[in-house]
């Protein structure tokens, strides 16, 4: 997955840059190219995608919105639109029921392995760092349905770690408390 790889690359050299603005290693060069190319491979309007060009796909979206986050905090323009787009996706796959939401995979309600977790933690952690509420709360109450236990998910807990953390206030205590007893 190219694009994974892309994406996970230019987050780390961006949190560099941003935490050395002086950039004595000359990171701004590929920190800029790193972000053209990323914004060259967004689906018009919409997200990004593992598959064919012109796809979109929640994992892939998220992970372009946190490198592109983390770009523009170090400094590097990048278009609103890219943002637009990505909350674009994001409100294409949300399905909101019963006061609960998800955010599906490639379409509403396609999961990876059925089950909705990792791509709902994703969705929301998205629409927090894009400022955006549709999901969010929702999203909230689906994600604290299910407790970490069992076999770890790290991939979703990491997301729902962060989403969780951005939110703050009581759905983080409770994620917080319940992660560390299953970690432990």
Request: contains cysteine; glycine residues 14%.
């Amino acid at each position: 997955k190219p694009l994974w790889g892309h994406c996970v690359g230019l987050l780390a050299l961006a949190e560099a840059l941003k935490r050395n603005p002086a950039d004595p290693r000359g990171l701004r060069k590929s920190v800029q190219k790193g972000t053209e190319y990323l914004l060259s491979c967004q689906s018009p309007g919409k997200g990004w995608g593992f598959g064919a060009p012109g796809s979109s796909d929640t994992s892939a979206t998220c992970w372009a919105v946190l490198a592109l986050d983390a770009s523009r905090r170090a400094g590097i323009v990048v278009p609103d639109k890219a943002f637009v787009g990505a909350s674009a996706w994001m409100k294409e796959v949300l399905d909101v029921r019963n006061g609960k939401a998800t955010f599906g995979y490639d379409g509403k309600n396609r999961f990876v392995r059925g089950v909705p977790d990792s791509t709902t933690a994703q969705g929301m952690f998205c629409q927090i760092l894009l400022g955006r509420e549709e999901g969010v709360d929702g999203g909230v109450r689906t994600l604290l349905d299910t407790k970490p236990s069992g076999q770890a998910d790290l991939y979703c807990w990491y997301f729902q770690t962060h989403a969780l953390a951005l939110l703050g206030g009581a759905p983080w205590t409770a994620w917080r408390n319940e992660l560390g007893q299953a970690l432990l």
